[in-house]
């Protein structure tokens, strides 16, 4: 069974009906229509909140338990090559959207680091171009419509991929259809990728899980205005600023935080 294109079809149908209640008015609607809040920058909330408690308790139960056993059995060398891997593979998809937002520095920048890591790298696995000081420059198809113009719209939140706007969920689409990984021609292999890749990402923000657990008394509240400011962030980054890694791995393991 092809699990991924399922869920592909899933969503976009469920990106169509919220588009669809933005455009019938839904967003300005008075408080206490069902499923909408008076809050403008966040309408959907009932909904939101519903979908929010569903991916939690997904991680709870499924999604952060094999993230935290992957990361105790799997050497912090071989998790960072995963990272690294799929880390390369995105900046092809980078490559695309710097270049849909007529950006040479970036565009070339991007190209040579996919080259180098490509060539030199064993596919992505080291990040020569890191080592090289070529600057990351992650883009995708939602920074891209964000650049030409496109405002984001309401906040929404997706089941399994968690905070977007109506702008950024249509970005998530053509950005699933423009992945490498998501356009492997054999299933086994484009499923098990994507479960590799969930799970490697989700290890690298354990630690990051645990903050948000111990610092915010509305863990919705605070994971909506994060994103919010991320993505604003974003669209007004600097093109020479230097893209931290926040999804590689710990290098000390030994400082890293007990398993939960």
């Known amino acids: 069974m092809n699990l991924l294109t399922d869920y592909k079809k899933r969503l976009s149908g469920a990106i169509t009906v919220l588009v669809l209640l933005a455009l019938q008015g839904c967003a300005t609607a008075p408080a206490g229509v069902a499923g909408v809040t008076g809050d403008p920058i966040d309408p959907f909330e009932n909904f939101n909140r519903t979908v929010f408690t569903f991916n939690e308790n ?136 994507t479960s590799l890749r969930l799970v490697d990402t989700r290890a690298n923000f354990l630690g990051a899980g645990d903050v948000l657990e111990q610092a915010a008394l509305d863990k919705y509240t605070f994971s909506r205005e994060i994103y919010l400011q991320r993505r604003r962030s974003m669209m007004g980054r600097d093109a020479v600023e230097k893209e931290e890694r926040f999804d590689l791995p710990e290098t000390d393991p030994a400082n890293a935080a007990p398993a939960p």
Do not use: C
């Open 58 to 193: 997904l991680d709870r139960g499924v999604i952060r338990p094999v993230a935290t056993v992957y990361r105790d059995v799997t050497p912090t060398l071989v998790r960072r090559g995963v990272t690294n891997f799929f880390s390369n593979i995105t900046d092809v998809w980078s490559l695309v959207n710097n270049a849909l937002q007529l950006k040479p520095v970036e565009t070339t920048d991007t190209l040579f680091r996919v080259t180098v890591n490509t060539l030199w790298g064993l596919g992505g696995i080291f990040d020569v171009a890191g080592d090289m000081n070529i600057p990351k420059h992650s883009e995708d198809f939602g920074q891209t419509l964000g650049y030409w113009g496109v405002s984001s719209g309401p906040y929404v939140v997706l089941p399994l991929f968690g905070p977007s706007t109506v702008r950024d969920s249509f970005g998530t689409l053509v950005d699933l259809n423009g992945n490498l990984v998501s356009n492997a021609s054999n299933v086994p292999t484009r499923n098990s990728l």
